[in-house]
């Protein structure tokens, strides 16, 4: 009897957690918490007016998860598909199916890239070889056509790191993806990837500052051991390429990842928004499509799982397009805050969620990079102090006008410089 009793006392939580159903943890209303479904199902993630909405984990039954964006219940946004058989989707979703770029990846070590319809491939595309060869190809009639076949070509690596843009070999207003190699005399035990965007040449509403301080902050990330890809006053379908191709890297080297944007940002619905210079945005509608979602961002380095991420984000501007904006009570001055990093992230605003920074119209770079720049070039200081100095001299120094706010769930220390 008494083994028995012992026996049951043993198996009784294995049936208690096995029974759980219904939100478990957290808050499944209006937060982030962890819900089981009926059948077997669990997401785990933010919750808006009782839907899954924002990020979040959706583990099926069956072994099938997908990483990734969701709006009302649905996949939608940006997201990582892994189904239980080894194949991954990661891209652009709409209303639960695979809609807008993206890549499909086989267990063959072949994939394809390009674009979706209805969960479909539709047109022309790249398709990688295991064998590490590309082409440009066309689905017809539910198979793959040979265009052309593609030489790859290597990213323009510039080593001169003191001035890149010396003797006018660059123009520095039209950057796109130049590779800037982290300096060898920094001694680093682990990989170092940054991805800077810095965007200025707006039609509308132009910034004066961004272009000057991705180069700069570029230039100081090199000094800090970091890989730099940059671009200046980069197109929406640059800025996803990029930050696919960023994500990628980042999964295949491992270490640190950076990334930075200065330029417009917009929140809509409580999601943030990173507009390329091309945006044609005529109503608050346009957005999602004109501009390049954060959260395209944050799944990428989910992807990666990498060992430590960060995100700085100068993009907290008065909205350029108060006018078209005046009918939609979902569109606010500023960036939005975010509910929750990704494991070991920390990220950064240039100043409080909904409030706008300051343009620093005399000098060459916007308060917030300037006063980063300046802390990012002292010795032995750790990330989380970096960006207090940063926080208590922009407030004094705006006056109490702009105050930075970071989000962090780090559980290592971290140094630009020791």
Same mark, same amino acid.
């Given at each position: 009897? &008494? +083994?028995r009793?012992?026996?049951?006392?043993?198996?009784?939580p294995?049936?208690?957690?096995?029974q759980? &159903?219904?939100?478990?943890?957290?808050?499944c209303?209006?937060?982030?918490?962890?819900?089981?479904?009926?059948?077997?199902?669990?997401?785990?993630?933010?919750?808006?007016?009782?839907?899954? +909405?924002?990020?979040?984990?959706y583990?099926? &039954?069956?072994?099938?998860?997908?990483?990734?964006?969701?709006?009302?219940?649905?996949?939608?946004?940006?997201? +990582?598909?892994?189904?239980?058989?080894?194949?991954?989707?990661?891209?652009?979703?709409?209303?639960?199916?695979?809609?807008?770029? *993206?890549?499909?990846?086989?267990?063959?070590?072949?994939?394809? =890239?390009?674009?979706?319809?209805?969960?479909?491939?539709? *047109?022309?595309?790249?398709? =990688?070889?295991?064998?590490?060869?590309?082409?440009?190809?066309?689905?017809?009639?539910?198979?793959?056509?040979?265009?052309?076949?593609l030489?790859?070509?290597?990213?323009?690596?510039?080593?001169?790191?003191?001035?890149?843009?010396?003797?006018?070999?660059?123009?520095?207003?039209?950057?796109? *993806?130049?590779?800037?190699?982290?300096?060898?005399?920094?001694?680093?035990?682990?990989?170092?990837?940054?991805?800077?965007?810095?965007?200025?040449?707006?039609? +509308?509403?132009?910034?004066?500052?961004p272009?000057?301080?991705?180069?700069?902050?570029?230039?100081?990330?090199?000094?800090?051991?970091?890989?730099?890809?940059?671009?200046?006053?980069?197109?929406?379908?640059?800025?996803?390429?990029? !930050?696919?191709?960023?994500?990628q890297?980042?999964?295949e080297?491992?270490? !640190?990842?950076?990334?930075?944007?200065?330029?417009?940002?917009?929140?809509?619905?409580?999601?943030?928004?990173?507009?390329?210079?091309?945006?044609?945005?005529?109503?608050?509608?346009?957005?999602?499509?004109?501009?390049?979602?954060?959260?395209?961002?944050?799944?990428e380095?989910?992807?990666?799982?990498n060992?430590?991420?960060?995100?700085?984000?100068?993009?907290?501007?008065?909205?350029?397009?108060?006018?078209?904006?005046?009918?939609?009570?979902?569109?606010?001055?500023?960036?939005?805050?975010?509910?929750?990093?990704?494991?070991?992230?920390? !990220?950064?605003?240039?100043?409080?969620?909904?409030?706008?920074?300051?343009?620093n119209?005399?000098?060459?770079?916007?308060?917030?990079?300037?006063?980063?720049?300046?802390?990012?070039?002292q010795?032995?200081i750790?990330?989380?102090? !970096?960006?207090?100095?940063?926080?208590?001299n922009?407030?004094?120094a705006?006056?109490?006008?702009?105050?930075?706010?970071?989000?962090?769930?780090?559980?290592?220390?971290?140094?630009?410089?020791?």
């Amino acid at each position: 009897m &008494k +083994h028995r009793l012992l026996l049951s006392l043993f198996f009784l939580p294995f049936f208690l957690l096995a029974q759980e &159903k219904g939100c478990t943890v957290g808050d499944c209303e209006n937060g982030k918490g962890r819900f089981i479904f009926d059948n077997g199902d669990k997401y785990i993630g933010e919750f808006k007016e009782s839907q899954m +909405h924002g990020r979040g984990n959706y583990t099926f &039954k069956n072994g099938n998860v997908y990483k990734g964006q969701f709006r009302a219940n649905k996949r939608h946004g940006y997201g +990582h598909f892994f189904h239980a058989n080894g194949e991954q989707y990661i891209g652009e979703y709409l209303n639960n199916w695979r809609e807008g770029e *993206g890549t499909y990846k086989w267990t063959n070590g072949e994939s394809f =890239s390009g674009v979706f319809k209805n969960n479909q491939i539709v *047109g022309e595309g790249i398709y =990688s070889y295991a064998d590490g060869s590309t082409a440009r190809v066309r689905w017809n009639n539910g198979q793959f056509e040979t265009i052309s076949t593609l030489v790859k070509e290597e990213p323009k690596t510039e080593s001169k790191a003191s001035d890149p843009f010396a003797e006018n070999k660059l123009d520095p207003s039209d950057i796109k *993806g130049l590779v800037l190699p982290a300096l060898s005399n920094i001694p680093r035990g682990k990989k170092r990837l940054a991805l800077v965007f810095g965007n200025s040449t707006y039609k +509308h509403k132009p910034l004066k500052n961004p272009q000057s301080d991705a180069l700069a902050m570029a230039e100081e990330l090199q000094r800090s051991g970091f890989e730099v890809l940059l671009y200046t006053n980069a197109k929406q379908e640059d800025m996803k390429r990029a !930050i696919r191709d960023f994500g990628q890297k980042l999964k295949e080297e491992g270490g !640190i990842g950076l990334f930075f944007y200065t330029g417009h940002g917009l929140q809509a619905d409580g999601r943030n928004y990173l507009v390329p210079v091309n945006a044609d945005i005529r109503k608050a509608q346009d957005i999602e499509f004109e501009s390049v979602d954060l959260g395209r961002v944050l799944v990428e380095m989910d992807y990666a799982d990498n060992e430590l991420n960060i995100v700085i984000l100068d993009a907290c501007r008065d909205n350029p397009y108060k006018k078209e904006f005046k009918s939609s009570r979902n569109t606010h001055n500023g960036l939005a805050s975010i509910n929750s990093a990704p494991y070991n992230s920390f !990220i950064a605003f240039s100043t409080s969620p909904g409030a706008v920074a300051k343009n620093n119209p005399k000098g060459e770079h916007s308060l917030y990079v300037e006063e980063l720049l300046a802390q990012m070039r002292q010795p032995n200081i750790q990330l989380e102090d !970096i960006f207090k100095r940063v926080r208590r001299n922009v407030r004094k120094a705006s006056e109490g006008v702009q105050i930075p706010w970071e989000l962090s769930s780090i559980e290592d220390d971290f140094y630009f410089k020791q």
